[in-house]
């Protein structure tokens, strides 16, 4: 069992930045591929950006060169940090341990407000 627990997010006028942080806690795999993903009102959740254990980033287009993905594997923490936010970023956040199992934690609203 695995639990995620997301904080940071909040209200960031466009152009600012904000950093998400996510707790995994439980039985933690040493190989895992953890993720960020998002949901706006009305909209499907999407990715947004993994990192396996080994470091490896992807990101989807829309956040590359403002959003970086890091993780801290001694401290089960993972980031987000979002620069130069867009209001079309304001969404839910998630995490999720996307391999070897299946867990996400409860969300973060972050809100841009043009």
């Known amino acids: 069992q695995v639990q995620l627990v997301e904080s940071g997010g909040g209200l960031v006028q466009a152009g600012g930045s904000l950093r998400l942080s996510c707790v995994a806690s439980g039985s933690i795999p040493s190989f895992n591929v953890m993720g960020w993903y998002r949901q706006a009102p009305g909209k499907q959740r999407g990715l947004v950006a993994t990192?396996?254990?080994?470091?490896?980033?992807s990101y989807v287009d829309s956040v590359k060169g403002r959003f970086t993905i890091s993780r801290d594997s001694v401290k089960n923490m993972v980031y987000l940090q979002m620069n130069s936010l867009k209001p079309e970023d304001t969404a839910v956040y998630y995490c999720?341990?996307?391999?070897?199992?299946?867990?996400w934690g409860q969300g973060t609203q972050v809100t841009v407000s043009s």
């Open positions: 990192i396996t254990s080994g470091g490896a980033m």
């Open positions: 999720r341990m996307v391999r070897p199992w299946d867990y």
